[in-house]
């Protein structure tokens, strides 16, 4: 499973910007899809995470209120939208799926999911 990632950028505070998650290979309808972000010096972050049926949505605190998390099946495209973000927001963020079809939880543990994209610089600065 391929996984691309894009629509990071440099931003203001207060910014938004919105992330996409597709594979030009793959159809994605069938996989929960899960954002994880990793910041300079600490550990990777689950953050939100999508079920193949768009049914159950699940965010970290601290995204929550912020980020928005959607899929259109019909595109092959797994969207994060981000809204008032701040610095501490900064990271490279990642798109996931597990190995397993329909195989959902809201752990967002890094260890659940095995296809991954390269990843999209996001840079929250004034």
């Known amino acids: 499973l391929q996984l691309v990632e894009s629509g990071g950028g440099l931003v203001q505070p207060g910014g938004s910007l919105r992330l996409s998650c597709e594979s030009s290979?793959?159809?994605?309808?069938?996989?929960?899809i899960g954002w994880f972000r990793q910041a300079p010096g600490k550990e990777r972050e689950g953050i939100s995470c999508?079920?193949?049926?768009?049914?159950?949505?699940y965010y970290a605190d601290s995204v929550k209120g912020r980020f928005t998390i959607s899929r259109d099946n019909a595109k092959n495209t797994v969207y994060l939208q981000m809204n008032n973000l701040k610095p501490d927001d900064t990271a490279v963020y990642y798109c996931?799926?597990?190995?397993?079809?329909?195989?959902?939880?809201?752990?967002?543990?890094?260890?659940?999911?095995?296809?991954w994209g390269q990843g999209t610089q996001v840079t929250v600065s004034s």
């Open positions: 290979v793959w159809t994605l309808d069938t996989y929960t």
């Open positions: 996931a799926a597990p190995e397993v079809r329909y195989y959902y939880s809201d752990l967002l543990a890094s260890y659940e999911y095995n296809y």
């Open positions: 999508i079920s193949a049926d768009s049914g159950n949505t």
